[in-house]
């Protein structure tokens, strides 16, 4: 028996085009949709190279000091300048047509040229800020205490770092992957779909089909466990298609824990699917209305949880902490952060956790509704 | 007796939609529910088949009391819901092979049940159709084939009729007839009195959940006043001459309806001569003259004193 309502129920939901649509089609061009708008986000952000010239005339070529640390600063792959000599009148046709930020004349006081103000141009400047100081500081103490010229060296390599290293699971940081997260953590509530379906055809009071069903010698309980498994099934081959797809046609990357990535969508399917079977068992209205309240709801745990403004995320935390406790989206969404980020996995454990411990009071919810064998008006 | 059901009360709040109902269904039977719309047919129905709480009352199915979990009973049953109630991705032949799975646990036996019942309800040629693209009439067979797919010994249709165009109609009604006659007992609700009357070898009248009256179409019609009813196609009459046809023998109305007199008698001989004699005496121009016998709708008329199709 299981094995028969199991198989027509497969087919039943591959044949469905609308649940289809909701829970395969449309994040799938969703995911398309970011990866479109999104992919040049933080790109714009890549440090480039300064173009830079400096005047070369003798009190450049004299000052060793100031020529060496402007030579270090435009070496290697991290330079921070593409370094020009230049008499002043190339330098100031260079910065004319466009191809510098700005020129530096060498002397007592070292000048910066530029033709306009802006990010460069503050680097250029704060660089040439730092260099005066720490020549100054150095020329100060060789001065009136040579002795301590050591203890100065030293002090100037050891910088005090007010940031706190935490170890990291290895992800680099990217602002978009958490667009995708929200995505896919919405794609699995997107299940309440499919669960919806499995409480409306089964309930003699929802529909004439459920009627027929309860008529048949069947368990309730039993049918309704065989449908969900395929519902279950399908949901789960989905989502791990819109995974697939979102890795590695997309690229975007979800950290080396494949295992523990997997599992969150397994649990977070498993909420969907119940989410939307408790909500169909508890709200007596027509189809439509519940499918209104569950993409409502999915959309609004999607928003809360960033998946338009990321900032949302962050606001919510820090203000209305229990509000990101109780949006499974958000949950979801946490956790495959912190497998990307963190190397501790006890943020992730206590994401999973919480989530685990809906999916499960939906499924008890569930059972105590369908539980019922009369019901008081069909 | 296949179906028994004693002293069935079902309220909704202040409304009784099953007062103290109780009837018995035998062996063999063709058993009409007729009522008309909200009378509580489909709610017996229900309750029949414990699909429904109900207040008061016992009902027994093949001898046993019935409950959701009488599996052995339910096994026998095949029901035909009032609303289409099939599955719009199978097809016709996985619908009926599903619900018919749902019985029948011999892969075989199911196979052979399903292709017996796709002939047995002409759906052959429809067999990889989806519900969609069918007709009001191949959706209401293809409902009924996933009630009967399993040979059930007691089958229930309730207005299995409805919006079927009479081509449909008649080859559902003739396929229950046949289902009777292999040796199914049937429980039939319907509004429409003319397929009651043409199928059902007993009859319950149901109005506000009661019984108003049971027996064969003959017994019901023997249980009313109305003998005839006899309808002249007339153009020319006055009302002096309906008054003086009011006082022919057996005469209980006349009324006129411009061009139809429409007479009703009780029962006695000769009413029809009578009122032919008078017409041709009182040299009354009429055209088609007809006569009729009580239908069940009369019976539900002097009854209740409302129509049935109210």
Known sequence: ?378 | MIVKVRNLVKRYGDLIALDHLSFSIKEGEIFGLLGPNGSGKTTAINCILSLLKYDKGEIEVFGEPMTPEAYHIKRNIGIVMQNVAVFNELTVYENIDYFCGLYIKDKNLKKQLVEETIEFTGLNEYRNFRPKKLSGGLLRRLNIACGIAHKPKLIILDEPTVAVDPQSRNKILEGIRKLNSKGATIIYTSHYMEEVEQICSRIMIIDKGKAIATGTKEELKAMISLGEKITVESYDVSGEQLARLKQLPNIVSVEYSNPLIEIKSSKGKNNLENVLEFIKKENIPFGKIYSELPTLNDVFLEITGKELRD
């Open chain 1, 1 to 378: 028996m299981f094995a028969h309502i199991f198989m027509n129920r497969l087919r039943c939901l591959l044949r469905d085009k609308e649940t289809i649509f909701w829970t395969f089609a449309f994040p799938l061009a969703l995911s398309l949709f970011f990866y479109l708008a999104l992919s040049n986000i933080g790109k714009g952000e890549t440090f480039q190279e300064i173009d830079i010239a400096v005047v070369n005339d003798s009190r450049y070529q004299e000052d060793l000091y100031f020529k060496t640390a402007l030579e270090e600063a435009s070496k290697g792959e991290d330079r921070l300048f593409d370094l020009t000599l230049a008499t002043e009148e190339e330098a100031g046709k260079l910065l004319e047509n466009g191809s510098i930020k700005g020129y530096i004349k060498a002397g007592d006081q070292i000048e910066l040229v530029v033709k306009e103000s802006g990010m460069y141009q503050s680097i250029i400047k704060s660089f040439l800020d730092n260099y005066s100081q720490t020549f100054k500081a150095v020329e100060t103490v060789l001065r009136n205490d040579p002795k301590k010229y050591q203890e100065v060296m030293e002090s100037l390599k050891d910088r005090k770092n007010y940031v706190k290293e935490v170890p990291t699971a290895g992800g680099k940081p990217d602002i978009v992957i958490n667009y995708f997260y929200t995505l896919i953590a919405m794609a699995c509530m997107y299940g309440s779909f499919f669960g919806m379906r499995e409480t409306s055809d089964i309930q003699a009071d929802i529909s004439p089909l459920a009627a027929r069903i309860n008529i048949a010698p069947v368990h309730k309980l039993k049918a309704f466990l065989s449908s969900i498994c395929a519902s279950m099934l399908i949901h789960l081959v989905v989502m791990l298609a819109l995974l697939g797809f979102i890795r590695y046609v997309l690229n975007i990357d979800f950290g080396p824990r494949t295992g523990y990535v997997l599992l969150t969508m397994v649990i977070g399917s498993i909420t969907g699917v119940f989410f939307g079977a408790f909500v169909s068992a508890l709200v007596k209205k027509s189809e439509g209305i519940k499918v209104a309240v569950l993409i409502g709801v999915s959309m609004l745990g999607s928003f809360l949880a960033g998946m338009m403004y990321i900032d949302i995320k962050y606001l919510i935390s820090m203000n209305v902490p229990f509000l990101s406790w109780i949006n499974p989206v958000n949950l979801l969404t946490d956790a495959f952060y912190s497998l990307y980020y963190l190397d501790d996995l006890s943020r992730y454990a206590l994401n999973i956790g919480v989530l685990s411990g809906f999916a499960t009071l939906f499924c008890v919810l569930t059972y105590l509704i369908l539980r019922r064998r009369k019901y008081a008006g069909l």
